[in-house]
């Protein structure tokens, strides 16, 4: 009897608890959701290196596709959603006739409620991913930064080096979405630096047929110039600003022009004004050698040049010159930044002209060099 006396109150609030309702356990509310999608792309106005614009043309200079990963958060170290990690972004057209250009994801990332952190590489076929550090941070996996690179005159985006690109929103911050803001902004930036050489003969000396730039040597005393091991396996490139990690030091850098694409030397520029007596100048077309180096500053280089005739290295027919008596040119190579060198050969060797910094797509404008 006990046990039936404290049954029943149990039983009769059960039935109370269920009168009272009346109603169905609600079904939870499906979280409102939205894709991501770029709605503009650009490069930066001192990022056209290699990428020179967007669009959807497959030239080599041109930026068609671009790699993204969302992680979930301002502060989280883990993807938006497991099941799309990362998403390729590719121009498909011109599709109002008025430069507004469309970009589609080939997969669908559904962003809700929560925020998430926009991430943004190029080239798209590198690897970026949240690496294996603690805390977890987005990056560019294995960038290969040559010390040996060639380059092709006339056209400043044939390099076999790699343009490598980070995202950031057009104030260059890392862009924050969610369902309500799913529509981003991306601006390109650079993560390396360009450098360029503009190169003349001394007054007074004429060009020839074997006065073709064919290569130049960067040479650094004390181990300054950042390049990747071989493999790269341990190099990153941070997505959230493009510094590079795990790379390693080398005493020269080495730009060689291929063999059908050489640019011959300037001939001297007289001064036309009598205060620039003491000078001459140039207005080199196109700089006859480039590459794209890792930031490095607070150093010096030492400089060679070799010069010939059209065609590959040949040691016989082919002469050196260098930074006279062990002089050296200052090294301030910062992310992002172009950076113009002018040079005179002479029979003693080479000199330098002040150092120009200019947007990555400008002509080299005159530049006073010294006089022998």
């Not at 790269?232 to 795990?246: I, Q, S």
């Not at 007289?270 to 620039?276: H, K, L, V």
């Not at 280089?301 to 040119?329: C, F, R, W």
Request: proline share 5%; hydrophobic share 35%.
């Amino acid at each position: 009897m006990c046990g039936i006396k404290y049954l029943l109150p149990c039983l009769f609030l059960t039935a109370c608890t269920v009168a009272e309702t009346g109603l169905p356990e609600k079904e939870p509310v499906e979280e409102e959701t939205s894709a991501l999608s770029v709605r503009t792309l650009s490069l930066d106005a001192g990022t056209k290196a290699v990428y020179e614009k967007t669009g959807a043309d497959n030239a080599a200079n041109i930026l068609k596709t671009i790699g993204v990963l969302v992680t979930k958060g301002s502060d989280s170290r883990e993807y938006y959603s497991s099941l799309v990690e990362k998403q390729i972004f590719t121009c498909s057209s011109n599709n109002d006739g008025g430069g507004t250009l469309t970009w589609t994801a080939d997969k669908i990332l559904n962003l809700g409620d929560a925020d998430g952190t926009v991430y943004a590489w190029a080239p798209s076929d590198a690897e970026g991913k949240l690496d294996d550090s603690s805390p977890k941070i987005p990056v560019l996996s294995a960038p290969a930064i040559l010390s040996e690179q060639s380059f092709a005159y006339g056209n400043e985006w044939e390099t076999n080096q790699t343009d490598y690109l980070y995202g950031t929103d057009t104030e260059k911050k890392t862009p924050v979405v969610n369902h309500l803001n799913s529509s981003v902004a991306l601006s390109m930036q650079h993560a390396l630096a360009k450098i360029s050489f503009c190169v003349m003969k001394a007054s007074g000396q004429t060009v020839t047929s074997e006065d073709y730039v064919k290569k130049v040597e960067l040479t650094s005393s004390n181990t300054a110039f950042v390049v990747s091991p071989e493999p790269a396996t341990n190099v990153v490139m941070r997505l959230t600003d493009g510094v590079l990690t795990g790379t390693s030091t080398a005493t020269s850098l080495t730009l060689t022009a291929v063999t059908d694409k050489q640019g011959q030397v300037a001939e001297w520029s007289e001064p036309t004004e009598p205060a620039e007596a003491a000078s001459g100048s140039t207005d080199v077309t196109f700089a006859q050698a480039y590459g794209l180096v890792a930031p490095c500053t607070g150093t010096s280089m030492g400089v060679k040049i070799t010069l010939g005739p059209t065609g590959a290295l040949d040691a016989e027919k082919d002469h050196t010159y260098q930074t006279k008596n062990n002089t050296s040119v200052n090294v301030n190579w910062e992310q992002g930044k172009h950076y113009v060198y002018t040079m005179t050969v002479t029979d003693r060797g080479i000199e330098f002209g002040e150092v120009q910094v200019i947007g990555w797509d400008e002509t080299p404008p005159a530049v006073s060099v010294p006089v022998e």
